[in-house]
């Protein structure tokens, strides 16, 4: 087994586990497909601290590998379904289980009950991400508290969506403001070796709900961009990269072009 810390051009050893959301290239003729963003986000830069100052994010942190649209199985309509990254057909547990690939891994599900979102991010290149000031603070996140990392709490009040939806709005709502997502909703967090996941109860805000039937009803002809970041506190902590982007783009949520979870 090779170096997990080395970077990696990833050649898979099994075959992916079935997807009905394909990656795209993220051209707008190519509805109903993801791929990650396609220009950079803005963040915080070195001087932020002093000036307010944001510049262009280099490259991600992770490299987002899988991105899948879901709805759960009939018999569990009523109950909301955490940690997609154990479940049977996960990209994550394929990763790991089938390719034995020990490389770290960032999953965040979208809980969207019965519907979820769930995006799943590999890092690629861990020595060159020690190297910036972004990198150790992905280190704080994927170290447990007990080895001197954040706890579940810090890593809340760290983590960072920035949203770009263009050519869309909803009343009285900035959708493209940069939000601390544990300030408006709920996260929960689940933790195995070299992996973390963040679970985003959509609906445990009327606020964030209210938004999401707007944008439910205008997916399959809007393009959504996210970008994830750590916050960057101190001059120390600073620039900010982002953590991994993603682009959905005219996402079709009809059940009959939706993958229905995999029971266990």
Avoid at 40 to 50: A, M, N
Avoid at 87 to 92: L, T, V
Avoid at 110 to 139: C, I, K, S, W
Wanted: proline share 6%; glycine share 6%; with cysteine.
């Amino acid at each position: 087994m090779g170096d997990a810390n080395a970077p990696i051009s990833f050649v898979p050893t099994a075959k992916a586990p079935k997807r009905m959301f394909p990656c795209g290239t993220g051209s707008a003729a190519e509805a109903h497909t993801w791929s990650e963003a396609s220009k950079p986000f803005d963040v915080r830069s070195k001087t932020y601290v002093e000036d307010k100052v944001k510049i262009e994010s280099g490259c991600p942190l992770l490299k987002l590998v899988d991105a899948d649209v879901l709805l759960a199985p009939s018999g569990k309509s009523g109950e909301r379904i955490d940690n997609m990254s154990t479940k049977p057909d996960s990209y994550a547990r394929y990763l790991r289980e089938q390719c034995k690939d020990e490389r770290r891994i960032f999953v965040v599900t979208f809980q969207m009950h019965p519907r979820y979102l769930v995006l799943t991010f590999v890092e690629t290149d861990r020595p060159a991400n020690e190297l910036t000031e972004a990198g150790a603070l992905l280190n704080q996140f994927f170290t447990n508290a007990e080895n001197g990392g954040w706890t579940d709490e810090s890593c809340a009040q760290r983590l960072k969506l920035i949203p770009r939806i263009e050519n869309f709005s909803v009343p009285g709502v900035n959708l493209n403001r940069p939000t601390i997502i544990a300030n408006k909703i709920t996260c929960a967090f689940h933790r195995a070796p070299g992996l973390v996941e963040v679970n985003v109860n959509v609906f445990s805000s009327r606020v964030t709900k209210f938004i999401l039937g707007y944008i439910e009803s205008a997916a399959s002809k809007l393009v959504v961009e996210l970008a994830f970041a750590l916050e960057g506190a101190t001059a120390a902590e600073l620039p900010e990269r982002t953590l991994g982007t993603v682009r959905l783009l005219k996402v079709d949520l009809a059940e009959e072009t939706t993958r229905i979870l995999e029971e266990e």
